[in-house]
């Protein structure tokens, strides 16, 4: 095991940033701690590196309880999303900086820069300094300086989120294919899930300083633990219903409920890709209006209205768009092929679905 966290919490004040947080890192992971801002992902990670002390609980790196441990002997490297590069050292003193901290021989030194430099990408640019460089290459310098002593666990804080959307992209691939080559244990904070899912073998979903969920990105994707990730994670139809006589309804919407009792309200949750649209009317038991289409690249998203003025959301590629002839105020069937319960309440109940953006996180549009 490389890293464990057990019943970590961390209060600032009357604050509880951070509350009573349990979850391990294999050794060579690359693990992402996702969430919302102020979820508590930053401080986690500042509490791994040693730059907060916990409130309560411990943290292991390779078995040793680091509690007290300071920063300086913790053998990790760290990346500030403001790549926090010295502005008077150019990119080899830049990347040297930590080997010489540790009296690395000036050959070594020399070689071990060298080495990195073209592993990065950055051969040639040795004598220019930050401000001559582009965003992804300060990143690729902040990232090649915090691995050049060789830790043991490198630690990414929003690592891309001051580079615009295309060098974004580039990085993310990037990162993969160098933790690919090098196999270091990687934890790297982000409040971007598409991000988090392209990237990560593991994710640990944060909200309000507890962790909701920790999974692949599939299990996170499918099997949402609770309501938060299921919305945080993509984006998510949630319908609010009534059980009477083993059904639960919504307006004509219907969901087999035989083991609910009568006046219990359930909340469920669909993907837009579980929505399944046909042309042809008789085909499916419920109708609706496609009101609107959304264009996204390879994928289109959808909105239809049903009949009582509900709003569901659909996804599908633009060929099996063109295929079923659809277009805006068409008339179409459709059915829910998948859906999961996100929670149970007896309260009276209150019909609402997710219909707009501010119901749904915006950043989820990529899923």
Do not use: C
Request: charged letters at 25%; glycine letters at 8%; a neutral charge.
């Amino acid at each position: 095991m490389s890293i464990e966290l057990r019943s970590v919490s961390k209060h600032f004040g009357g604050v509880v940033a951070v509350n009573d947080v349990n979850f391990a890192v294999q050794e060579g992971e690359l693990l992402a701690l996702l969430g919302p801002s102020g979820g508590g992902k930053t401080t986690v990670l500042r509490m791994i590196a040693g730059l907060e002390m916990p409130t309560a609980g411990n943290i292991f790196i390779r078995g040793e309880r680091v509690n007290d441990v300071p920063v300086q002997q913790r053998n990790i490297g760290f990346v500030f999303q403001s790549y926090a590069l010295f502005k008077n050292m150019n990119v080899f003193k830049n990347v040297a900086f930590g080997l010489k901290v540790k009296k690395w021989s000036r050959r070594d030194i020399a070689a071990r820069v060298a080495e990195l430099l073209h592993l990065f990408g950055l051969e040639g640019l040795e004598r220019r300094y930050p401000h001559q460089l582009s965003g992804g290459q300060r990143q690729r310098v902040a990232i090649a300086r915090a691995l050049a002593p060789k830790p043991s666990v490198l630690l990414l804080d929003e690592p891309f989120g001051a580079v615009d959307a295309k060098i974004r992209q580039e990085l993310r691939e990037w990162l993969v294919r160098l933790h690919h080559d090098l196999n270091v244990t990687t934890i790297f904070v982000t409040h971007d899930q598409e991000e988090a899912m392209e990237v990560a073998n593991r994710i640990v979903i944060f909200s309000r300083g507890n962790l909701e969920q920790i999974g692949t990105p599939r299990e996170v994707y499918e099997q949402p633990a609770n309501e938060f990730v299921a919305r945080f994670v993509g984006v998510m139809n949630v319908l609010e219903l009534g059980v009477q006589n083993g059904v639960a309804r919504l307006e004509e919407l219907e969901f087999p409920a035989p083991d609910e009792p009568d006046g219990r309200r359930l909340r469920i949750g669909f993907r837009p890709y579980a929505v399944q649209v046909s042309p042809d009317l008789a085909q499916y038991r419920y109708r609706a209006v496609l009101r609107h289409t959304f264009f996204l690249g390879i994928m289109l998203r959808l909105e239809f209205e049903l009949p009582s003025g509900l709003t569901i959301r659909s996804r599908m590629t633009k060929e099996e768009y063109t295929q079923l002839g659809l277009a805006d105020d068409k008339e179409v069937s459709f059915q829910i092929r998948q859906y999961r319960v996100l929670s149970r309440e007896t309260a009276p109940l209150t019909p609402e679905i997710a219909t707009s953006d501010q119901r749904v996180p915006s950043l989820g549009e990529g899923i």
